[in-house]
């Protein structure tokens, strides 16, 4: 597995575009923007047919933003911008402003953990409210150290176990001429993993290591179920299991050995390992996206993976190298992609994609069968088990 490298401002960057769950990334094709939102070329007539129209954005929602949702039980919902957060218990019907953020801080993630309970996570530290949004209380962690930087906060559907990821820098390290790299030329500084964890619901949190961690910086989390989880870190993969967090080993060879991977139309995955989104759908079938516009799968729990052999057609349009992706699977054959502001859908495992909209701002999946989309102002419902 290759190496990838990445200087100190690189993570600075990258701290300002890792979000919750369920999140949009500012189009750079600014052009294409009406109002705030992408005029998309196939309009929305698929969402009108396929989905369920139920509500629409809040006022006062910044017209060029990373937008976030977070949803459960379907009607009760969190949208933020970049510096506010509003609260909906009607499905987008109304919205109440719960939360504004200073004028030098930004909103970062979200997650509503229940109607009542839910976290942010902003520039400035993480926060809590337990009464739907009406008080905020600042989460303090223990034994932190100024140069640790978190860029994720995810919490399992109990509600009590929960995590927060990032790294934290030798200060021999700070000292030392910057590098496009994630410690220092002898190997004996650099930037370290760092995880804290919760089991009370976030009353008390304590900072917890990574197994046989070299360097390296936990960029985000995906919680699987009550017990598993995934965390994408720059150099690779990790997964939590028995109370341990520990790096995920794994060549990546196709799936069909009679495709070689070097003629792939974005070049060999195992020399741009790029992983931005993970999905698992049970307890053995997983898939990894890329940024390079790959998938893997597998079907053994993670134990293995390999690439799905694609051609130009029936995958999804990669208009340049990107981390804005979002890979989920309801079952072993149906899953969404969500890419440059497009969603896709395939109906046999991730061999086939097709275009269902190409102007989704952003989408969240409730429990095993629901899921809501964000499109051009409007929020619509429909059921993610499609075929």
């Known amino acids: 597995m ?16 890792v979000s919750c769950k369920i999140v949009s990334l500012t189009n750079s094709k600014a052009s294409d923007k009406i109002n705030g939102h992408i005029q998309g070329r196939a309009g929305n007539k698929s969402l009108v047919t396929e989905f369920q129209q139920i ?8 017209p060029i933003s990373k937008v976030k949702l977070s949803f459960v039980e379907g009607m009760h919902g969190w949208l933020a911008d970049n510096r506010k957060l509003w609260l909906t218990q009607n499905g987008g019907v109304s919205w109440t402003l719960i939360f504004t953020s200073a004028a030098k801080d930004s909103l970062l993630g979200c997650q509503l953990v229940n109607p009542d309970e839910g976290w942010l996570h ?11 949004g009406n008080n905020w209380a600042k989460v303090i962690l223990p034994d932190t ?3 640790d930087s978190f860029f994720d906060l995810k919490f399992f559907p109990d509600g009590k176990h929960g995590f927060i990821s990032g790294h934290t820098v030798d200060k021999e390290f700070l000292d030392e001429p910057l590098t496009n790299n994630l410690s220092s030329p002898d ?27 070299d360097y390296d910086s936990i960029t985000e989390i995906f919680i699987l179920d009550n017990s598993r989880a995934w965390a994408i870190a720059i150099r690779g993969l990790l997964s939590y299991d028995l109370s341990l967090w520990k790096y995920v080993e794994f060549d990546l060879p196709t799936c069909e050995q009679t495709i070689d991977p070097l003629t792939l139309p974005y070049g060999n995955l195992a020399d741009q390992l790029g992983p931005t989104s993970l999905s698992f759908a049970g307890k053995t079938h997983g898939w990894i996206a890329f940024k390079n516009g790959q998938l893997a799968k597998s079907e053994d729990s993670g134990k293995s ?9 029936g995958w999804p349009k990669f208009y340049q190298a990107t981390s804005g992706q979002r890979v989920h699977f309801v079952d072993s054959q149906s899953g969404w992609w969500w890419v440059e502001y497009a969603l896709y859908h395939t109906k046999d495992g991730g061999k086939i994609w097709s275009l269902v909209n190409d102007s989704v701002d952003a989408i969240s999946f409730v429990g095993a069968d629901q899921m809501l989309i964000l499109s051009e102002g409007q929020l619509f419902k429909g059921n993610a088990r499609r075929h």
């Open 2 to 17: 290759k190496i990838i490298e990445f200087s100190l401002s690189s993570l600075v960057i990258l701290a300002l575009t």
């Open 55 to 62: 509500g629409r954005v809040p006022e006062g929602l910044e």
């Open 122 to 132: 902003t520039t400035t530290g993480f926060y809590k409210t337990e009464n739907a």
């Open 145 to 147: 150290d100024a140069t």
């Open 187 to 213: 190997g004996k500084h650099g930037v370290k993993p760092l995880f804290y964890a919760t089991e009370n619901a976030g009353k008390s949190w304590r900072r917890m290591g990574v197994e046989d961690a």
């Open 305 to 313: 993976w390999c690439v799905i052999p694609h051609s130009v057609t």
